[in-house]
């Protein structure tokens, strides 16, 4: 039996598991690291398996906490050495449920994300004294939590790593000219400066405002207008958003200035398909570019340093082609799901 515990605030489609060749779907982290380390996994799936689930997966929503996930675990606890919240949505209340729940089990807590709520509960109920070890994707978010009072013998910077075999280049689709590419959640982006920077230009700018399929925000509508040009759009499956980075000149992420890894993702999966970015100067996000060489940085909210950046690609299609491929050689170097879940288990394994 194992050991360990996961409590994986994500989920997968129906037909995800038999996508084995992994041709519609990346490969998913915490499937992976059960290759390195035997652990037992929940996550989303388990809210469809009752009426109460299905409820609370409205609920949680608002409270932005999953609450059922996390209570489910604290149930199965009792079983295992060790319990991996692999999101503060269930490694906050699990901290504070577990302090009170008989026979506690060790809990490490990963955080990807990080809000005023989430700080003033941690620092109210001194929550970090009960994560003994807690994993956060970049070095600014380990210094803040320092500052709150998290022991720093606790605190392990791993950063974020996707599936590079998935999301690859593709010979067979050609970019198109003057087309750009914006993609991520509302709440993580300004979206409002970067259609002040392209207000005009003459290019093509298609928004994905949104997260992953299993995201649970409560706004989810654009509170700007949007200029000629722009296409704003939903959620794609990501086969077609593979193809979206591929025809894109160059993908473009305007960042609020946040102490988190806020953009990971989108500029992981561009950097992937060895597309150039220009991303925001965020706090979260430093661990990931490397200015010049991998990206371009632009000073949060400043729309008129985005527009010259802009400009300066569409301009150069060879110096975006330079940076696409340094950033793909930098994930073949480490900012790869491999290396991620590898360094997740190597962790684990020494709680153990």
Known sequence: MAEILALATAGLKPDQLEDTDHVRYPRVDYIELQRFIDIDVLDYTAYNRTRLGKFFRHLETQLRSDLYLTISGLFRSHRYRLIFAMSERAGIPFAALNRVFPNRRPLVSMFTCWSSRQESMITKLNLFSAMDTIVVKCQSLKDHFLKLGAPAKRVHVIPLGLDHRFFSPLADVEQRAGFVMSLGEIRTRDYAT??????????????????????????????????????????????????????????????????????????????????????????????????????????????????????????????????????????????????????????LRAHL
């Open 194 to 347: 970067l259609f002040q920077a392209v207000d005009g230009m003459p290019l093509k700018l298609l928004v994905a405002a949104s997260g992953s399929w299993y995201a649970r925000e409560k706004n989810t509508e654009l509170q700007t207008s949007v200029p000629d040009g722009v296409t704003i759009a939903g959620r794609f499956s990501r086969a077609e958003l593979k193809r979206l980075y591929a025809q894109s000149q160059f993908i473009v992420l305007p960042l609020y200035d946040m102490p988190f890894s806020a953009g990971a993702t989108a500029l992981l999966e561009a950097m992937c398909m060895g597309r150039a970015v220009i991303i925001s100067r965020s706090q979260g996000i430093l661990d990931y570019v490397i200015e010049g060489e991998t990206g371009i940085l632009v000073n949060p909210g400043d729309a008129v340093e985005m527009r010259e950046a802009i400009q300066d690609l569409l301009a150069h299609p060879e110096k975006a082609h330079r940076l696409g491929q340094n950033a793909r050689q930098r994930v073949d170097e480490g900012l790869n799901l491999d290396v991620y879940v590898e360094r997740i288990a190597r962790l």
